[in-house]
């Protein structure tokens, strides 16, 4: 059986988004509480992820034991489908529990391509030495502001996920649900405190930058 179809998963997203706009739009000083029918989407949606893990592994045994290359063939096909599914619905579960930060803040970002031709002027190397030299020191400052509003940035959204998930997790209308929120508190948790840890490293970096 498989437990997706996209104008389902497209609902649920939608119902995610929604909710938590609205959890994120509420004064975090006074939360507005969950309703019990939203409770009840979001179990929903908790359980369809958990039924299609328990799918995929049985997919997975019948991969193991297929006999022929087409039906394993086709077993891999289906297990890459649940795979998207579960990876889609866990995404939209984390954008609901963290009150809808921006999880793309937490993607890493593809590294730039190195321009070859700005170090390989040979003719010009000399003057690019004594020039490099020169503005070393404001280029290394200004390289790390710039890693301090990335860390600022992504440290407040991990703050603002946790203290949602937090919200959630009290209030969680049943034992599982707690579970699923105190794993997911436990990721935000590192995140945050690696965040943390390279700001201050930043910080002090950037003092004895601008120290005379």
């Not at 939203?38 to 799918?55: G, K, V």
Request: aromatic share 8%; proline share 4%.
């Amino acid at each position: 059986m498989n437990f997706f179809h996209k104008p389902l998963l497209a609902l649920l997203l939608m119902l995610v988004a929604a909710t938590a706009y609205s959890a994120q739009s509420a004064d975090s000083a006074a939360p507005v509480p969950v309703h019990s029918d939203t409770w009840r989407t979001f179990e929903n949606l908790f359980n369809t992820i958990r039924q299609a893990e328990q799918e995929r592994e049985s997919m997975r045994g019948q991969l193991r034991t297929a006999k022929s290359d087409a039906e394993r063939e086709r077993v891999r096909g289906e297990i890459d489908v649940l795979d998207a599914n579960i990876d889609s619905l866990r995404l939209a579960w984390e954008l609901w529990a963290t009150g809808g930060v921006d999880l793309q803040l937490f993607y890493p970002k593809k590294e730039q391509k190195f321009d070859w031709r700005e170090e390989m002027q040979s003719a010009f190397e000399p003057i690019v030495v004594e020039i490099k030299r020169l503005t070393e020191r404001p280029r290394k400052m200004e390289r790390q502001r710039s890693e301090q509003s990335f860390y600022q940035q992504r440290l407040a959204a991990a703050d603002a996920a946790l203290k949602n998930i937090g919200v959630l997790k009290s209030s969680a209308p049943s034992a599982e649900l707690r579970s699923a929120f105190g794993v997911l508190e436990s990721r935000w948790r590192t995140r945050y405190d690696e965040y943390k840890n390279q700001l201050a490293l930043i910080n002090l970096q950037l003092e004895e930058l601008s120290a005379p």
